[in-house]
């Protein structure tokens, strides 16, 4: 593990706010973490691998503080620490749980808007049924929002799952030829209209969202379900690892999403560069 795998930027905001109450799934435990501190380690971490040193940088505490909040959530299975192959005196963090949802701090909640649902006649057709499921899943998240429960790690995870499953139905020899028979299958089930804007880095543009459109603006991107199932598409398409980071949405006041697609080594090296760079 090299000290450029890592994503942690100053230029790269955290997920979400360190008042955050984020809960983990390990193989033998849920656990809840309120700490604020514990907070902001997970939220770095949970990016990618990470040295100590970012991690105390961007907290703006003590070594020893950090380093205790460390030893606390390796010993609930949390995270893992490595040490660095080229320095034996550096460690680096990374995440060994699952994240399985948040409890968002009342600050930041959102207040539900008003939807509108087409009226369905007896004998729907594929569309109806899309706007029905879509406003199904704008109520249910609107909902969890207003009470200030985030379950993007759940829909990112399901994502995940899903677009595994769809991996081999898309799969083509080129990206272009995988973005098609994306573009292809979300049109015919009315989720979106899909295009490739650009090959250097890979992007993909979805507009009329159905994850995402109907939502109220929260300043922050809010298409979980769509970013794993991007990653796993071209995880598997590129036979490596990816990171999909969503530049743009429609809850950030968008009016598009657009998703980049890196492979995770690249984007930890871009990273890295760019911080030692503005250094």
Not at 12 to 19: A, K, R
Not at 41 to 56: C, F, Q, S, W, Y
Not at 101 to 119: H, M, Q, W
Not at 225 to 248: C, W
Request: glycine letters at 6%.
């Amino acid at each position: 593990m090299q000290e450029a795998d890592f994503l942690n930027n100053a230029e790269y905001p955290l997920d979400s706010p360190t008042e955050d109450v984020l809960f983990f799934s390990t193989r033998h435990k849920k656990v809840a973490i309120s700490s604020p501190v514990k907070v902001l380690i997970l939220n770095l971490v949970k990016r990618g691998p990470t040295p100590l040193e970012i991690v105390v940088e961007r907290s703006g505490k003590a070594k020893s503080t950090i380093t205790k909040h460390v030893q606390d959530l390796e010993e609930a299975g949390l995270i893992a620490t490595h040490t660095n192959p080229d320095d034996n005196r550096r460690r680096i963090l990374t995440l060994s749980a699952d994240e399985i949802g948040r409890l968002t701090a009342p600050e930041s909640r959102v207040r539900p808007g008003i939807y509108y649902i087409p009226k369905l006649h007896s004998s729907f057709d594929g569309e109806e049924i899309a706007r029905f499921f879509r406003f199904l899943l704008v109520s249910f998240r609107v909902k969890a929002m207003a009470i200030g429960i985030n379950i993007d790690p759940v829909l990112k995870q399901a994502g995940i799952h899903i677009g595994e499953v769809l991996a081999p139905v898309v799969a083509d020899e080129s990206i272009e030829g995988v973005v098609k028979k994306i573009a292809q299958f979300w049109e015919m089930h009315h989720l979106g209209t899909v295009a490739l804007r650009s090959t250097s880095p890979l992007s993909i543009e979805v507009r009329d969202c159905f994850e995402c459109k109907d939502l109220p603006v929260t300043g922050h991107e809010a298409c979980p379900f769509d970013n794993g199932v991007i990653t796993a598409i071209f995880s598997d398409h590129l036979k490596s690892p990816v990171t999909v980071v969503e530049e743009e949405c429609y809850s950030k006041g968008n009016d598009r999403c657009l998703f980049v697609i890196t492979r995770s080594s690249e984007h930890s090296s871009l990273v890295a560069g760019t911080k030692e760079s503005g250094q």
